[in-house]
């Protein structure tokens, strides 16, 4: 809660002005009793009809001027509440936008959206709610109590003996309400979880016909829900009972106190009518406890969860010498060890190799080899635990990272676009490129004639409100979009699995014609062989560097991958 | 924007609205049929009917209690503080004691009775939601996205378990206080009740002013959420493709426009819907000035015997009025939200289930005999398969092939039966498959699907998610023959390693290795490799081939891939284009043909020699 609060700070002057407003509003409120004392004991009592007609219109002024207070209050509660949420959304992005990836590993996708949107709007509701009504039930008791000794000090006084009960009991309800609603909040994610779980793996559900087995874990969820929330309702059902109960014998007390007083007249009948007044305003303000108990709970939960990303996320290190534009890059890995979990076995092992100006290496490898741990090292997505990677001879951590992604043209395993036309996505990778750079990246990617008959050719929407773009089409739109920004080092992490070999074998023929470094992984022996050179990993270890040649002739491993494609009597 | 703090709180953009205009378009909030969906709500609740009417009792007598409260005070003012004596005064106080503990324990009774029914009804609709989601066909769920799925479970429920929990409750009370207290501000004084009720006409007017403008304002609102949410989802999870792009800059300024856009908004819905406890609480403060100011006036000339007790009782009356007027408007927002949930949980309730259907004397035993003929399938608008006929005897290996788009999967899919033929059958042992028992058909059938999903739980479970009975030995013997033992073995926690969120931290090929190793658990007579080796690198395809190659002795495979070399040994290979079947025989028998399957055996070669 605490990091959040620095966020109200910008807003601190209004905040105070709306709690000002707010002190008003309600001490107008409690001048009406008072009001109402004088015009039964002076106006009533005495015959006079002229006090009690200005009585009567002082208070609707009053009544008036708390209106127009309450107005004021409502635009600068809601001024710091929203201002502060809009802050902390922009900050809390900015940080998801800043952070390594090695930090943002540690909170699922799906959660992050969750902070971003609900748990702000959590946040802002508190404060705006907080500003506008909540704080007025602590102000309400002391203010009534104040105005209640300026009544009649005598039955006051039991108001100052319950009070300190009250406040007593109010503070351990709510600090146990909190726990109630923490943990069931707990029960719903668990739920929520299962559910989603069982969305995303429905097919496998329905093929393994293991439906039963899902309700019933479902239902094991279900039932730990149903505890947790008749937990915490029940136990807010009961907190008001109980204060009003406290409240209501202090009335009754007072009652009784203040009809011996009127008998001896030591108190006026409105005297003893306005602290009633006072005390039952009191009972009514304490009836939002249950719900301020509801909002704080859920405040404090969701403050938590944003702090845990305000704090959880580091900036990425970027070094101070850009990456020269010289059409191609020198890429060198010396001794590089990196894991992607301190805990975990390392994902590359003492790794070293040269891939020189404007040559091409494929990367061969088992499943969990390390294949893409290269690229995203290179990308400097991630840092070597140990070694040093070269860019253009100098090291990758002096090298300003922007200017080194933009000399990288990255087409990842998994096509992923965002929405809008696919030339918008295209120009991702180079903003402002025109027409002709944009068909040529396409035409590259072998997509041309597939985008020309498009409806709209490049100006067609993707994603959720356009057209669906096959597997394969989408995996060249990623390849033009790295195209594009006519990149100096080119990686194709395994970038087309999703197209047939026809295709594939025009796109590596077109790519030709650039002048770039170019790496990719494969899993087809048939493109690796066209490449320069092949860097052979294994868990992680490089186990073969160099010519097909070169390999066929010193590696044992490699000889029994070739055969295994081609048959023996390929090799020769 | 660098402007005085004091008047920031008025230059927010005020959204545009027209809250003159009738609303035309149906708000989310619309109950289509709400009667029918009452009803069917109020079921979950009468589940036990004895509960529920003690609740009502209880709610009879706390409006009693509520009522008698103020009307008491009136009484000790009239009759023992103003003439000052104070016989039998202590008995009146505890009688007042004894109504406000009535009171107490009236309230508690019922929420308390109320809440366990809600959560009761709550845990049943989640439970009836739940299970028949897993009936649903899988068209279903691809007519639809996850979020909306989830939003029935989270929000709707979550608005459903409030309502129930308190607005029932309320909504009786408020009702029953205020007609009483109506009744009796009416037979102590009707003169004076007619200057309270004056205030209801403005009332009435200053809450639709503001309710008219909140209610477009809300939209607003949550059309500003969904384009914050859509944006922030998209560009996180392509967290890595932005940064390699160095789009952080671009993303940061347009998530901006769009947080600001919703600021704006929800300022404003904000800012008009707290007008209205301030408005109600002017008009109690205005309505205590004149009962106050009135009632003395009509005190002063001994009109309609107004007495001090009677503006006691009229001045805590009339707090009490408006407010359950203002929690009725409240609640009644609330509960027609909770009904709009309420309709789509049932909507999704209603939709018809798989058929479970068996057909008489079908043995339960498959031998895996399946057949297509002349089926047509098509999603949405878009005709996908055109008159497919092929036979597949128990046993064998079907081998498709084909560009993206030509259909192969949805081949695949309708064997699963995730879809039905809309023309022609699909046979499984000569028996139409819409005459089997869908679910016992499943049983006999394994596929290693292209997008695998696994679970948050350990490597273990997940394989054993094949065979839930199996031991964790036959696990290990089947991740053996997945080939994946050698690297789960490498993990550091072996076969104990926890999966993240949606198998994260495995790579691709090692998430289908386990896909793999669950199918060989299950033994299966039907098994669907759909593309079931695309990720997997060169060297453990090899191995997969050969593991593949015995679990797929004596079962009727389905294989669909890229890669030639992996269906070579089929005994038919299908060609498939644009939803048709364009050559089908073995791999010799295709090359011979001279046709589709030899051009792309060509093309494929042709890589092969550099």
Redesign the interface.
Known sequence: MKTILRYVRP?K??AV?SFFLLLIELS??LF?PL??AR??DE??AN?D?GL??S???S??G???L??GV??L???????V???T??DL??EM??R???SS?EK?QGF???S??TR??NDI?QV?NMI?MLL??MLRSPLLLVGATIMAFVVNARMALILVVFIPFLLLILAWLMRKGMTYFGSLQQR?DA???V?????????????????Q???KR??ME??A??AS??KA??YT??T??IL??LM??A??LM??I???A??NNEAQ?GE??AV??YA?RMT?ALGVVGMLITLLARARTSASRIEEVLEGTEKENSGQYNVKDEGSIDVQFENVTFA?NE???PALNNVTFHVKRGEQMAV??????GK?SLFQLM?R?YEPASGQLLIDDSDARELNI?SL??Q?G?V???A?L??GTIRENVE??L?GAETEEINKALETAQLGETVRALPEQEETLIG?NGVNL????KQRVTIA?ALL?NPGLLLLD?ST??L???T??EFLGALEAYSCTSILVT?????A??ADKMLLLE?GEVIGFGT?EELYGESAFYRQ?YQ???GKE?AT | MKKH??T???R?KHPDIDPSKKDSHPGTDRVQNWKQTTARLWSYLAIQKWRLTAVFICVIFTAAFMLSGPLL?GH??DH???P???DG??TV?LL??AV??G???M??VQ??VM??LA??A??KL??HL??H???LP?SF?DKRK?GN??SR??NDMDNI?TTL?TSVVQIMTSLLTFTGILIIMLVISPLLTFFTLLFLPIMFVGLRWITKRTRLLFQKQQQA?GA???Y?????????????????P???QE??QE??S??HA??WA??YS??I???M??LN??N???T???G??L??YGIGTVT?GT??IF??YS?QFT?PLNDLANQFNALFAALAGAERIFSFLDEKGEDHRIKEGTAKTVSGEVKFQDVSFGYENEQVLHGVDFHVNAGETAAFIG???SGKTTVMNLI?G?YTAEAGEVYVDGTPLSEWNI?RL??Q???V?QD?????KTVMENIR??N?EASDEQVIEASKAANAHA?IE???EGYQTML???G??F????R??LSIA?AVL?DPKILILDEAT?????????RIQEALGRLMEGRTSFVVA????TIEKADTIYVMDNGEIAEQGTHSELLQKQGRYAA?QQ??Q???D?
């Open positions: 807003y002057a209004a002005l107008v409120e009406q009001l109402l015009l039964i106006g009533l015959n009809l009690v007609v009585l009567g219109l208070m609707a009053l009544a008036l708390s209106f309450g107005v209050n409502c635009f600068f509660a809601d001024h509440g929203h201002s949420g809009f959304r922009n992005y900015k998801l936008q800043e990836l943002l699922p996708q799906s992050l959206l971003l949107t709007t802002q705006v506008r009504f719903i739920v929520n979880r559910m989603k779980e069982n969305l995303g793996g429905l097919r496998l559900v329905r093929v393994f016909g293991r439906e087995h899902e309700i479902f239902f279900n039932e829900l149903q929330a008749l309702f029940r059902a009961l008001s009972p009003l109960f209501n014998a009335i009754v009652l009784w203040g009809g011996a009127v008998q009948v003893v009518v009633v007044n039952t009514g992607y805990s975990r076995v061969l490898g088992a499943t969990g080899a893409s990308l997505l922007t992604r933009n990288i990255y990842p395993q998994e992923k965002f929405s991702w990778g903003e959720q096959s597997g394969g089409q979009r920004r395994d699995s999703a047939d070999a026809e594939e074998a899993q087809k022996l048939s493109t062989l066209k868990h097909h991958l295994s494609q081609y390929a | 703090w004091l920031s709180p008025f927010y005070l000790i003012v023992y503080l103003v000052q004596q104070l005064f202590g106080l007042l004691f406000y503990i009171w107490g324990v309230s508690t929420t308390y809440i366990s959560q009761q709550v845990f989640r439970y739940f299970s989601l897993q009936t899988i769920f996850h799925i989830m479970m989270t378990s929990n959420v914050v949410n859509g922030a989802e998209e560009t996180i999870s392509g967290q890595s493709i932005v940064k390699v792009f160095s789009k952080e671009r993303v940061m998530f901006e947080s600001e919703l600021r929800g300022f904000q800012t707290g007008f406890p301030k408005w609480n002017f403060n205005i205590f000035a004149v106050a100011g009135a003395g006036i005190a002063y001090i503006i006691v001045v805590e707090r407010r560009p993206t788009g699963i995730f679910k499943r049983e059938m394994s596929v699907l695998d999903f696994l679970f948050e998610y094949g839930l690297f490498r993990l550091p993240g969120k949606e994260s931290g790579s691709h090929g090692q289908q290795l669950k299950s695309s990720s997997v690198d060169t060297v453990t395809e090899m890229h890669r030639l070399n792309f093309a494929n042709q890589k092969v550099i």
